[in-house]
C-alpha cells in the first residue's frame, strides 16, 4: 500500500464524521447567548462583511468571545486548550517553518505519535493546516484556543527572528542601517568643512551660501507652486458611493505607543467613535517590552474585542516607531494597514472612506495619505503657526503633488497600505527617523503610486518651543538621512523615477534642508528689500541682491496665498490673521537644523522623542 493512500486511511480513522454541522448562530440561540433577532441582524450583516458569523455576534456586542467559543465546541466537537497555562512544547514549533504558524495563525500544542493537536482559533480553516501536514506523515488534529493566546505563544517562541526581521525587513541597499559611520563623516565633514572655509576664504563661502540659499529657495518655491496649482486645477476627489467589491474587506491599524502615560485612555474614546463594522476592524496597540509607562496606562483599561496590544520584545538595542511597525505588520489580520500615532483623533467614517478609494483605485495605488490637522489650535500662537503650516502643506500642497504622481513624503499618520505591497516593500526602514519619507520614495521607485483622500486626522500641535526644536531636528535629521540613502546610485535613482520625480526628489530634500540650514542667508535678503547696506555689500552685485530680494518676497507672496487657501475650510477661517506671524515662527527651525546635523555626525538612528497629551483641559477632543 502507497504511503498516500496509508496516510489517507489514517486521517479518515482519526477524523469524526463529516456529517452537517449545526449551524453556529442556531446553537447561539439555543443556548441563549443571543435572541432570534439577533441572529437575523447578524446574517443580514454576513452578506456584505467578510467575517465569520461568530466574529460578528461578538462585535455587536451580544455574545462574549467565551460564549462563542462553547458554542464551537459544541458545533464541531472539539477540545479547548489553554496556551497561556498549557505552554507547546518548544520542538513541535519545528515541524513547519515559521512562516506557516504565522500564516494559519495557529499553534502546535501537544503530539502523540502521528496526531498532532494544532491550537487554532478559526476551525472552519483548518484545510490550510492540513494541507501543510500532508506531505510529512503528521496528522493535524484540530482544537480550540483563543486567538490572542496563539499570538502570544507564537511571539514568545520566535521573539528573537521576528525582532531581528523587525530590524532587517528592508533590502540593505534601501536602508541606513550599517551607515552611521559614514553619516558621522557627512556631518562631522560638514561642519569641519564649513569652519575651515570661514577661517580661511570666508568671502568664497559667504557667495556660495549665498548662491546655495537662492537655489534652494527656488527649488522649493517651484515644488510648492506646482503642488498648488495641480491641486487647485484638479481639487482630491470624493470618495462617496457603492463598493464595487462585495464584501468589505478587514482592516488593521496599528498605533504605537511609548512612554504615553496621559494619552491611552483618550486614544480608546477616540478610536471607539469609529464607524467601520468592528468585526472588521482590528487595531494593534504596540509598545515597547521595557515600556513600564504606557503598560500601567493600559492595565486599567477595558479594551474592546477589536483592539489588541502587542509587545516588542526587548533586545537592548535599537527602540524606533519604524521597528515596531514592522514587528506589528506580521501580526496584522487585515488586507489593509494604516498608521495612527498616540495623539490621533480620526474622523469617525475614516475607515470606510479609505475602503472606499481602494476600491476604485488601480492596482499601481498603493498608499494613501490623508490629511493631517491640529484639535489645539487656539492653544497658543505657536499652535496656531503650526497648524496654518500643515494646512498649508496637507490641503494644499502634497495633494498636488500625488496629483501630479510625483513623491510624496509620506506623512507618519493617516497612510494606509495595501498590505501585500507593504510587505513586498520590506516594510518601513527601522533605523530612518523619518520612516515615512522614505517609504514614499521607496514606494515610488517601485512603481507604486500614492493618492490623496478627503479624511481628516486631528493630532496635538506641538506648541512648546523646545519639544516643537527636537520634533523638528529629528524630522530634518531624518530627511538627510533619507537623500543620502536615495542618493548612493543617483544614476539608478534617476532610472527608477524618471526626470520629473527625480527632480521632485531633489527640490524636496534639498529645498526643505537649505531653507532651514541657510536661513540665517535668506534673513539678509530682506536688508536688500528694504535698501539697507548688508553682509553682500561689495561681493554680489545689487541687481543680483534685488532679484535675491524680490524672489524671497515672491516665495512669502506665494506662500500667503497658500496659507489663506488652506484656511479657507470651515472651522480655520479664525487662523487667517495668523499667517503674518509665519516669518517669526520658522526662526527655532535653524537650531533644529543644526541639531540635525550634529546628531547626524554623532548618534544618526537616535529617536528624539516627541511627548503627547500637553494640551490644556477642554482641548482635546
Same mark, same amino acid.
Given at each position: ?300 483599561? @477595558?479594551? =474592546?474585542?477589536?483592539? &489588541?496590544?502587542?509587545? %516588542?520584545?526587548?533586545? +537592548? /538595542?535599537? !527602540?524606533?516607531?519604524? *521597528? ?72 494644499? @500642497?502634497? =495633494?498636488?503633488?500625488? &496629483?501630479?504622481?510625483? %513623491?510624496?513624503?509620506? +506623512? /507618519?499618520? !493617516?497612510?494606509?497600505? *495595501? ?203
Amino acid at each position: 500500500m502507497s504511503d498516500l493512500k496509508l496516510n489517507f486511511q489514517r486521517r479518515a480513522a482519526a477524523v469524526p464524521s463529516a456529517a452537517p454541522h449545526v449551524p453556529l448562530g442556531r446553537i447561539l440561540v439555543r443556548n441563549g447567548a443571543i435572541t432570534h433577532a439577533q441572529l437575523h441582524a447578524a446574517l443580514e450583516l454576513q452578506l456584505r462583511l467578510n467575517a465569520p458569523i461568530g466574529e460578528i455576534i461578538v462585535a455587536e456586542g451580544w455574545a462574549s468571545e467565551d460564549q462563542v467559543q462553547a458554542a464551537l465546541v459544541e458545533q464541531r466537537g472539539l477540545a479547548v486548550v489553554d496556551l497561556c497555562r498549557d505552554r507547546p512544547e518548544p520542538t513541535l514549533w519545528d515541524l513547519q517553518p515559521r512562516e506557516f504558524w504565522q500564516r494559519t495563525r495557529s499553534a502546535p500544542f501537544k503530539r502523540t505519535g502521528a496526531f498532532l493537536q494544532v491550537a487554532t482559533a478559526r476551525p472552519d480553516r483548518f484545510a490550510e493546516v492540513e494541507a501543510g501536514f500532508s506531505e510529512t506523515g503528521l496528522i493535524p488534529l484540530p482544537v480550540l484556543g483563543h486567538a490572542a493566546a496563539i499570538d502570544t505563544v507564537f511571539a514568545d517562541h520566535f521573539a528573537g527572528p521576528l525582532v531581528h526581521r523587525a530590524e532587517t525587513r528592508v533590502a540593505p541597499e534601501f536602508s541606513c542601517r550599517g551607515y552611521a559611520r559614514t553619516y558621522g563623516l557627512w556631518g562631522g565633514g560638514a561642519l569641519a568643512g564649513l569652519a575651515a572655509i570661514a577661517s580661511i576664504a570666508p568671502a568664497a563661502l559667504a557667495v556660495a551660501a549665498f548662491a546655495a540659499a537662492c537655489l534652494t529657495l527656488l527649488m522649493f518655491f517651484s515644488l510648492r507652486c506646482v503642488g498648488f496649482l495641480a491641486h487647485i486645477l484638479a481639487p482630491t476627489a470624493d470618495t462617496d458611493g457603492d463598493l464595487i467589491r462585495a464584501k468589505l474587506p478587514k482592516v488593521s491599524v496599528i498605533v504605537p505607543l511609548y512612554k504615553e502615560r496621559e494619552i491611552a485612555n483618550a486614544l480608546i474614546r477616540r478610536l471607539g467613535r469609529l464607524t467601520y463594522p468592528k468585526a472588521l476592524l482590528d487595531v494593534i496597540l504596540v509598545l515597547e517590552a521595557k515600556d513600564a509607562v504606557t503598560r500601567a496606562a493600559l492595565e486599567d483599561l @477595558v479594551l =474592546p474585542h477589536w483592539m &489588541r496590544v502587542l509587545e %516588542v520584545p526587548d533586545t +537592548g /538595542g535599537l !527602540t524606533t516607531k519604524p *521597528r515596531a511597525l514592522n514587528y506589528a505588520l506580521d501580526f496584522c489580520a487585515g488586507e489593509i494597514v494604516g498608521i495612527w500615532d498616540a495623539e490621533d483623533a480620526p474622523e469617525s467614517d475614516q475607515i470606510e472612506k479609505v475602503v472606499q478609494q481602494f476600491d476604485r483605485a488601480g492596482p499601481d495605488v498603493a498608499c494613501l495619505q490623508g490629511i493631517l490637522d491640529y484639535y489645539n489650535p487656539r492653544t497658543n500662537w505657536r499652535a496656531r503657526c503650526f497648524t496654518i503650516e500643515y494646512c498649508s502643506w496637507f490641503r494644499a @500642497v502634497m =495633494p498636488g503633488i500625488a &496629483r501630479l504622481g510625483l %513623491v510624496v513624503p509620506l +506623512g /507618519g499618520t !493617516t497612510l494606509f497600505m *495595501r498590505k501585500t505591497v507593504l510587505e513586498e516593500l520590506g516594510g518601513w526602514d527601522a533605523h530612518n527617523v523619518t520612516e515615512d519619507a522614505d517609504l514614499g520614495v521607496r514606494l515610488c521607485r517601485a512603481g507604486y503610486r500614492t493618492e490623496f483622500i478627503r479624511t481628516s486626522t486631528y493630532e496635538e500641535a506641538n506648541h512648546r518651543l523646545w519639544p516643537w526644536v527636537k520634533q523638528r531636528s529629528r524630522w530634518l535629521k531624518g530627511f538627510m538621512i533619507t537623500y543620502l540613502v536615495h542618493m548612493r546610485a543617483p544614476r539608478q535613482l534617476w532610472r527608477d523615477l524618471g526626470v520629473w520625480r527625480f527632480l521632485g526628489v531633489q527640490a524636496f530634500f534639498l529645498g526643505t534642508l537649505g531653507q532651514f540650514l541657510l536661513a540665517p542667508v535668506l534673513w539678509t535678503f530682506w536688508l536688500g528689500a528694504l535698501g539697507a547696506p548688508g553682509p553682500w555689500t561689495g561681493l554680489i552685485d545689487t541687481q543680483v541682491l534685488t532679484i535675491a530680494a524680490t524672489l524671497l518676497l515672491a516665495v512669502e507672496g506665494i506662500s500667503f496665498a497658500i496659507a489663506a487657501t488652506a484656511l479657507s475650510t470651515p472651522g480655520r477661517r479664525f487662523l487667517l490673521p495668523w499667517i503674518l506671524a509665519m516669518p517669526l515662527y520658522y526662526p527655532a527651525g535653524v537650531i533644529a537644523a543644526y541639531k540635525a546635523l550634529y546628531e547626524l555626525a554623532v548618534k544618526p538612528y537616535f529617536w528624539d522623542k516627541t511627548q503627547h497629551g500637553q494640551v490644556v483641559e477642554g482641548v482635546t477632543p
